[in-house]
């Protein structure tokens, strides 16, 4: 068992909304769940003040971030990192990446792959600007007018890469 694991966006969101509406039907009032003492400082929407009230500002912990991008700019996990003391595992399927990471993110174990159902497999990454995706229909909607770039990325299983990263325990 690896224990708890601290997956970020999307993962980390529907499990905090999960916890937040079970802590709701158990308790006689409802709790007002105040994010105001904390100023954002580098998440790109909210998701650094859910995790960190969620957290406590518990330190020392270990995360895995899929779909990091940028080392800092809009990070999920470069507050975690450089402020509480965590390490963990970015996974992001632009290969560009890797070198501010590798600069920057020294706690932070870089992976270069879009994680899937598979591993080993290759997959088209489209992308346009800041915004990249499997699925080009979706790139198309969201920015009709831009040019998009393709490139083939190897998959691999959340699991296998947690192997290959050598986490064994969270």
Same mark, same amino acid.
């Given at each position: 068992? %690896? ?5 970020? *966006?999307? @993962? ?8 937040? #509406? ?6 006689? $009032? ?10 954002? %400082?580098?998440?790109? +929407? ?5 995790? %960190? ?9 270990v ?9 800092k700019?809009?990070? /999920? /996990?470069?507050? @975690?990192?450089?402020?509480? !003391?965590?390490? !963990? ?8 990446? *890797?070198?501010?990471?590798? &600069?920057?993110? &020294?706690?932070?174990? +870089?992976?270069?792959?879009?994680? #899937?159902?598979?591993?080993?497999? &290759?997959? /088209?990454?489209? #992308?346009? !600007?800041?915004? #990249?995706?499997?699925?080009? $229909?979706r790139?198309?909607?969201?920015l009709?007018?831009? =040019? *998009? &770039?393709?490139? $083939?990325? $190897? /998959? ?7 192997? *290959?990263?050598?986490?064994? =325990?969270?």
């Amino acid at each position: 068992s %690896r224990g708890t694991v601290l997956v970020t *966006r999307q @993962l980390a969101l529907a499990a905090l909304a999960s916890a937040f #509406s079970l802590a709701a039907s158990v308790q006689a $009032e409802p709790r007002v769940w105040d994010l105001t003492p904390h100023e954002k %400082r580098y998440s790109q +929407f909210n998701e650094e003040l859910v995790i %960190r009230h969620f957290l406590n500002e518990r330190r020392d912990g270990v995360f895995v971030d899929v779909g990091c991008y940028h080392w800092k700019q809009d990070s /999920t /996990t470069y507050y @975690l990192e450089a402020h509480l !003391g965590w390490s !963990g595992v970015g996974i992001d399927a632009l290969p560009w990446l *890797r070198a501010g990471y590798e &600069k920057n993110r &020294k706690a932070t174990r +870089f992976f270069n792959h879009i994680v #899937s159902d598979t591993s080993g497999g &290759k997959q /088209t990454l489209f #992308s346009a !600007g800041p915004l #990249s995706s499997t699925d080009e $229909e979706r790139i198309e909607a969201w920015l009709p007018d831009q =040019k *998009r &770039k393709s490139i $083939e990325v $190897e /998959t691999i299983t959340l699991d296998d890469l947690l192997d *290959r990263a050598g986490v064994t =325990k969270i």
